[in-house]
């Protein structure tokens, strides 16, 4: 009798568990996919059916016609959002109801992950935010054009110093190097040569922290996503104990010795520090924008200065570590897609190259803030690759008070969000919709020309998100992005390799973009420029 009663008793549970909430939408009559038990749609990655980023513009495509639809990131439902006037609602407009990202990593399990301005939430992310967006202006990142500047000049300099005609090498690996050296002497204000020193601690340790090849790491993560009360329980976090320890080691002994010594250097930890002593910067730069993918920042609520937060060293690690978690990896994948184009597409590299050329003449070699922003056809190439390549595939926002979306057409019913509900926002939809970018997997710079840009149809290009909670270091990504290019399109072509797979298709055994074969590419060194 008792193996009856606890079989009837764990079979109500796995329904009420994992089996009813698969029809969540389909009662609010949602339109939604079939997702499987458990796993829900999330199942073609899992079993490497598509991509993650295919995924994205899949679930997109769904139901044509239709301003929203439903799946489920295994037992958990999200409403996908696809119209962009009610994305314009959700994100602007109406922003107060969606404040939040998903949480599902508790500050008491993993503080250096939920202490930071990405997973924040409620009114300790608004003062967090006023708090460091002044650190984020163009004047602000105009300063740190030095250290990306030298950084790329050291990334070229050690493939000449080989003297090879024709270099093969794993992009991937080469770029992330290159940010982990911009992101060290700007957040850490630690100089780092990853190229000339592969092991260096900084490296590996951020190698680490944005490594999900491992099936351990992926059903780690896949855990905290399905399971949090659990993970917290088990007191499992975002990253391992001793990548914590090392990275707020970091921070705290930079900060300490800056202080005791009265050391200042123009980089992101001075303006960290900057903040906490209450200096705070207007964003109203006279200074030229970092180009047209950079995003705005936005005044909360609207009614002035809002309230900040004291910034405790703990506080500082926290930032410190999304800059180096969002930069090491999202911006060198950008890189890669962005070598690829031009290695496949020689007229837009050759053209890119005769404007860095002209950039260089003009300016007697030396690379300033203004001379990067002043290239436009640089801002119209790294526009494009943004586009076709968003380094973030996908956003979400979770609903902070009840919401309901009127119905617009006629086979809609109110929708009827709940504090909590889950919004996807499919960025690599979007931007792959023929409907607002004209035959979306050609790479063409020339949609973001000065002709050509008024035309693109607003809240359909977002490489940095959307609305106040957009990604504060955009300006940040797009200058190292730039003085990259520079600095290798002056000395090398890019050019495809044996094994550089044309046209790309994505490996499906990745957890990050990665074509088949991997981000394999040819420098071939230019005679001269």
Not at 229 to 243: A, I, S, Y
Request: aromatic letters at 12%.
């Amino acid at each position: 009798m008792l193996r009856i009663i606890l079989s009837i008793a764990l079979a109500v549970l796995i329904w009420f568990r994992f089996l009813k909430p698969m029809n969540h939408f389909t009662k609010m009559g949602v339109k939604q996919t079939k997702p499987w038990p458990i796993l829900g749609d999330i199942w073609r990655n899992l079993f490497q059916q598509m991509h993650s980023l295919e995924s994205v513009e899949f679930y997109y495509k769904m139901f044509p016609g239709a301003r929203y639809s439903g799946f489920y990131q295994f037992n958990i439902p999200a409403l996908i959002i696809k119209d962009s006037e009610l994305l314009k609602q959700i994100t602007v407009r109406d922003f107060d109801h969606f404040t939040d990202h998903r949480t599902f990593v508790d500050a008491d399990v993993d503080p250096l992950w939920a202490g930071n301005l990405f997973a924040l939430t409620g009114q300790t992310w608004k003062e967090m935010r006023a708090t460091l967006s002044g650190s984020f202006t163009s004047s602000k990142m105009k300063n740190m054009v030095h250290y990306m500047n030298g950084a790329a000049e050291n990334f070229v300099q050690f493939f000449l110093n080989k003297n090879e005609k024709l270099i093969e090498i794993d992009m991937k690996d080469a770029f992330t190097r290159f940010t982990n050296d911009v992101i060290s002497t700007t957040t850490f204000g630690i100089e780092v040569d990853s190229l000339k020193s592969p092991n260096n601690a900084i490296y590996l340790m951020a190698k680490r922290s944005t490594d999900y090849s491992s099936l351990y790491r992926r059903l780690r993560f896949f855990a905290m996503l399905m399971m949090p009360k659990l993970t917290r329980l088990l007191n499992v976090g975002l990253f391992e104990k001793d990548l914590s320890s090392f990275f707020f080691k970091t921070i705290k002994d930079t900060i300490h010795v800056r202080e005791e010594k009265g050391i200042v250097r123009q980089d992101m930890l001075n303006l960290l520090l900057e903040a906490r002593k209450g200096i705070l910067y207007e964003n109203s730069d006279a200074l030229m924008e970092t180009g047209f993918a950079t995003v705005k920042e936005y005044t909360q609520s609207g009614k002035g200065r809002q309230k900040t937060t004291y910034l405790t060293d703990d506080d500082i690690a926290s930032q410190a570590m999304i800059f180096f978690f969002a930069g090491f990896d999202s911006v060198a994948i950008v890189m890669c897609f962005g070598s690829y184009e031009l290695a496949v597409n020689k007229e837009i590299q050759n053209k890119l190259r005769s404007e860095v050329v002209e950039s260089r003449r003009l300016n007697g070699g030396k690379v300033t803030y203004e001379s990067l922003l002043k290239m436009n056809y640089m801002d119209q190439v790294i526009s494009e690759v943004l586009r076709k390549w968003p380094p973030i595939p996908t956003a979400d926002r979770v609903a902070t008070q009840p919401y309901t979306i009127e119905p617009v057409n006629a086979d809609e019913k109110p929708v009827n969000l709940k504090i909590g509900d889950v919004i996807s926002i499919p960025i690599f939809g979007y931007h792959r919709d023929p409907k607002n970018f004209e035959n979306p997997t050609k790479f063409d710079p020339e949609r973001f020309s000065d002709e050509n840009k008024s035309k693109i149809k607003p809240y359909t290009y977002m490489p940095f998100g959307l609305g106040p909670r957009n990604c504060i270091g955009s300006r940040f990504a797009l200058l190292e992005i730039k003085a990259l290019f520079y600095h290798l399109l002056l000395n090398f072509e890019i050019e495809p390799t044996k094994i550089t797979t044309v046209p790309m298709k994505l490996s499906v055994k990745t957890f990050t973009p990665t074509p088949v074969g991997g981000f394999w590419f040819g420098l071939k060194r230019l005679k001269s420029t």
